[in-house]
Each structure stands twice: as structure tokens, then as C-alpha cells.
């Protein structure tokens, strides 16, 4: 027999929604698991929505004969900018076909590996902004080396968010369309940049807000569509240059106007060309930007892991730059990659929902077909059944040596699911592996604030809230 599902008390009208902290949602969404356990439900503005936390029912519930992702809260809005693209469309949407189908190959690590070089261009930007030095000259010196303006040296404050935003962000933007972003020359994040930033904070606390209020905040809305004219306008202006002058070059753009779907033989129109490219910069970025942020703060809070990594990184590449042939060799890199991203998965949150009226928990709870279920990735991420009583402690030992693949199904996804499935693993994998071996390869990292401790900010994404570091060349440099 089934049992209720639980829920908080709620408030006429607008149910749950007092429950919830605006700012950082996930906080109380984590908050009430603990209370409520491995799922229950809140009343959002006449919305039922489930949570569900444990592995157990995650793992249930990760079945795409039964549950398929839905497009709701957030996500739904994010369809103001890039509409059927490849991540906010609804499964049986034609254009996620025709744009999975083509691009998926595009996305496979050996492709990923051909951007090897377009990668090292952007995070060499970083390496200089930082102190000016690309250790080893080398053939892949990139031409940026002459023009940077600005250097810090070691005493400057860095956020580690902003400049690994920039990396993450004008990296996807050069290798999926030859688009220099130049966001390491400018002082400012560039316009295009802070529209992304904002429409994606904006598209978050529309979910929230109640839909009467919603419609008096003029100025939020004129603010939010002028972000989305910015963001449109580069993209169709960068469909349209390429388009009328082609350049001999097989990146991402090149692919989706030049292929045709192979099983329907159509081509993508220029709109979800369009479409798609937004959907890279905004997938692409915050996700692998806030990724290198947690691995800072994880190492900076666990010296001896810190350690131990270096002293591996040096043992494979000493001073030599990495190439994409090392990666394999840097297996305590790889499981400090994925331990970071279990503890702080920076797509926090997936949604699905079931294909039919049917039971989980085995018959335990009943759940309406189609009602949306959002899935607590860093509850799951915490389940003692799986990761043992030291759960919460960083310790990338214990995705080392085979244990990672020994896992039980769908414990760990901060990629997601089934074939809804993140299709820029490979590339965000090569990228973070690239710039932060390069890091800890060159600099001492501190923290400017040494009793810092994890707080988070939260847009569709979550990073590290005001966690700022210092960068210095290795004492220890030869
Ligand atoms: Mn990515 C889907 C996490 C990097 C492009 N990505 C997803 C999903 C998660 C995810 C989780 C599934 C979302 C859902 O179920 O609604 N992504 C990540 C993480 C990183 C990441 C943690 C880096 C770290 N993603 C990237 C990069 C790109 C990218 C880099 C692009 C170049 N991701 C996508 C796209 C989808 C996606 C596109 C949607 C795929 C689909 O639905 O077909």
C-alpha cells in the first residue's frame, strides 16, 4: 500500500513557497530533505513538485523505459533564449533529434581531443593574466602571449569564479564557433558575458516569484529582454558571417550547417543553429567554471590531497606542458575531478517525471505521470549507503584504483542521465584537466581568508560564494 508522501504545512495560495530561501533554493531544498527524508513533496504557486534524495529511489527512478526529463521551473525559462536547443527541449521535440543525432559525434572525446590546442590558447590567457608566464616556450605559444596588458603578481585578490568563468566561457565559444570572447582583455566581463550571467539569474528567480508580482516588475523584464536581444544578436551574427564566408575549419558551427541529419537526411535550421551555439555558452560554461572553483576550495581545505596531486603532476609532466596523452597518466587528478564533483555537483538539480501512473519505493509512494520530481543530486551524492559515514569528507581515494567504476549504478551523475545525458562531458573533462593541472603545475594557491568555509550562490548552477585566493609562482620552481 502506498503512504503519503510528505510535505511542510502549507499557506493558502501560495503553499510552499515561504519555505523556500530565495537566493540559494538548494539550501532549502537540502534543508528539508534532512527533515522530511528520501522524498517530499512542496505546493509551489499550485504546483505539486516532488524531491527526492536518496539512492535508492534515484536509482529507481533512473530508468528512461519509465521516467523521462522534463522541462519545467528554470529550464522552461531558459526556453525564452534557445527554445528546442538540445538542452531545454522536451524529449519527443523534432529539432532535439536532429541536433542530438548530429552532434553527439561532434561532442566524442575524439573530437574533443582535435580541440586539444584551441583549449591550451584560452587557459595559457589565465596562466598569464596570473603572473605573466607561460613556464616552458613552446610550438603551442599562443600569439595572446605578446598582447596581454594587464599582469598580477602575487599579492593580487583573485576570484577564482570570475576568471575561470572566463576561461570556461571563451573557451566553449572558440571551439565550438572560432568566436574569441577576449573576456582576459577587458577589465569588465564583456556584454555579452554579464546578459548571460544575469538572464540566467533572472531565468531562476522567475520560477519563484510568484506570477502576479511577475508581471508588475516592468523593469525586470525589460532588463531580462534586452539580455536576450544581446545574446541573440552575436549568435545569428556569427551564423550569418559564417555562412556568407566560410572558413576552412571543422568546428562545431561548421558541422551543424554542413551535415545532415542521418536518419531524417534534414538539415538544422539556421534558428536552432542558432539556438544551439547559446545553449554550449550557457551549458558550457558556469557548469565547468564552477567546477574549477569547488576543486580550488577542496584542495585549498585538504593540503595533503593538494600534495599528493602535485607531487603527481610533476612526476608526469615535470615542466613541461600537459598534453592530451597525459591525462590517462594523472589518475589522482581524474579522481580529484570526480570527487569535486560529488560533493559539489554544479548542476544540482535534475527534473523528470514518470511516463505513466506508477508506484516507487517499492509500491511505497504513488506518483502521477507526468508531475514533475526533481532529483537532489548532492543529497545523493551524500548517501551514506553508498559513500559510507565519511561522506561528507573530501577524499578522492575513494575513486581511485577501480573503485570508481565498481560504484553501483547511477550513484554518482553529476552529468546526469540516460540519454539525456550531458553531451559536453568529454570536452568540459579535457578542458578542467588542462587548465588546473596547468595551475597547480605553476603556482602556490592560498586562501585570502584561511578560516574561508564553503558558502554557495546559486544560479542555474551553483559556485562558491565569496571564496577569494591568492596565486603565486612555486616557491619551489626551479
Ligand atoms: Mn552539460 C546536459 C552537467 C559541461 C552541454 N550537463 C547536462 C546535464 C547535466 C550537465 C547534469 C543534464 C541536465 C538535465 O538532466 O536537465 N555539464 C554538466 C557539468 C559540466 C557540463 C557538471 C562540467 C563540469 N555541458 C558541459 C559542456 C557543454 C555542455 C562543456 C557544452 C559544450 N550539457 C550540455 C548540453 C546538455 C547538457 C547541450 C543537454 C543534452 C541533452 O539534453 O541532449
Known sequence: MSVPIPQPPTIPFIGNVTSLEREVPLRSFRLLAKTYGEIYQLDLLGQRILYVSSYKLVNEISDDTRF??????????VRNLVGDALFTAEDNEPNWGIAHRLLMPAFGTLAVKDMMEEMRDISNQLLLKVLGTVSTPTAYAPRSELLIPARFGPNAVIDPSDDFTRVALDTIAYCSMSHRLNSFYTDQQPEFAVAMGDFLRESGQRFVRPRILQAVMHGKTTKYQADIKTMKDLADQIVATRKSHPVPKHDLLDIMLNSRDPKTGQAMTEQSIAENLLTFLIAGHETSSGMMSFMVYFLLKNPEKMRKLRTQIDEVLGDRP????????????IAVMRETLRLAATAPIRQTAALEDTTIGGG??????????????????????????DAEEFRPERMLDGKFEALPPNAWQPFGHGFRACIGRAFAWQEVCLVMASVIQRFDLSFVDPSYNLEIKQTLTVK???LYIRASLRADAV
Not at 504513488?366 to 548517501?383: F, Q, T, Y
Open 364 to 389: 511505497k509512494y504513488s506518483i502521477k505521470k507526468g508531475a514533475p520530481i526533481l532529483v537532489l543530486v548532492w543529497e545523493l551524492h551524500r548517501d551514506p549507503a553508498v559513500w559510507g559515514d
Open 464 to 466: 562558491p560564494k565569496d
Open 68 to 77: 523521462h526529463k522534463r522541462v519545467t521551473g528554470p529550464l522552461r525559462e
Open 322 to 333: 600537459i598534453q592530451y596523452e597525459d591525462i590517462t597518466k594523472l589518475p589522482y587528478l
